[in-house]
């Protein structure tokens, strides 16, 4: 039972251009979510967070939108850049857990093409 | 200033076959987490150590056990390996077993292959 579900494998997006990564969850008791982006032979790497009471958080050239009635997340990069050619995790957690136990999506994909 | 570093990087093993992956936490850590990484999958929690004691637990069976020294670094050991074990295993250390997921830093993985 995938709780976080990226269902897009892979994304291609000219540079200069935005990209926009969707990640949908399927447990109400999540309230905090995340992004990480990994580059191959790289552990993951966190990018930007949002809690539930948000509905938007913005760093830099990253936000992410939180829409809970619909159970719906979204990173978008603008511009997207050659450097953000990567997998993009979505990852949730819910109220008292661990910090680890955190239950991740199964990634997109981003190439960013000249 | 050393990041979380990991070894073996790759390893093949056949079923049936023990395997002991290693960890070092990054310098000022002393909590390690162990994820595995199906292919086309995203990291699955295994466990979490601190203080030398298993913290916190996924749903992975008995077969992964783990460990964790007096200096912080840890072991994760899987026995009678199944062709399912084959995944990217992950560890990543945070300072103190409630640290927020953003201070968790994962290092770059020892990739498993069972035939």
């Known amino acids: 039972d995938q709780q976080v579900k990226q269902n897009s494998p892979s994304l291609s997006v000219q540079e200069g251009r935005i990209s926009i990564l969707n990640c949908d969850y399927t447990?109400?008791?999540?309230?905090?979510f995340l992004w990480y982006k990994k580059y191959p032979a790289e552990g993951p790497t966190f990018l930007i967070s949002?809690?539930?009471?948000?509905d938007k958080n913005e760093d830099g050239r990253f936000t992410v939108f939180l829409n809970k009635s619909a159970k719906h997340l979204s990173l978008h990069i603008v511009p997207s850049q050659p450097g953000d050619s990567a997998v993009y995790f979505c990852a949730a957690s819910a109220p008292y857990s661990s910090a680890s136990k955190i239950i991740f999506g199964s990634g997109t994909r981003l190439s960013i093409r000249p | 200033d050393a990041g979380v570093t990991q070894s073996p990087t790759h390893l093949i093993k056949t079923r049936g076959q023990q395997v002991t992956l290693r960890c070092s936490p990054k310098?000022?850590?002393?909590?390690v987490s162990w994820y595995q990484q199906a292919l086309g999958q995203g990291p699955q929690f295994i466990f979490q150590?601190?203080?030398?004691?298993?913290?916190q637990r996924g749903n992975f069976p008995d077969r992964f056990s783990g460990h964790q020294f007096p200096n912080y670094s840890s072991e994760l050991n899987v026995n009678a390996l199944l062709l399912g074990d084959s995944a990217l295993y992950l560890c990543a250390s945070s300072l103190g077993a409630g640290a927020t997921q953003e201070t968790q830093y994962f290092g770059p993985g020892t990739r498993l292959l069972v035939l």
């Open positions: 150590y601190y203080e030398e004691e298993e913290r």
């Open positions: 949002i809690s539930s009471i948000k």
């Open positions: 310098s000022g850590h002393d909590t």
């Open positions: 447990n109400s008791m999540f309230d905090y």
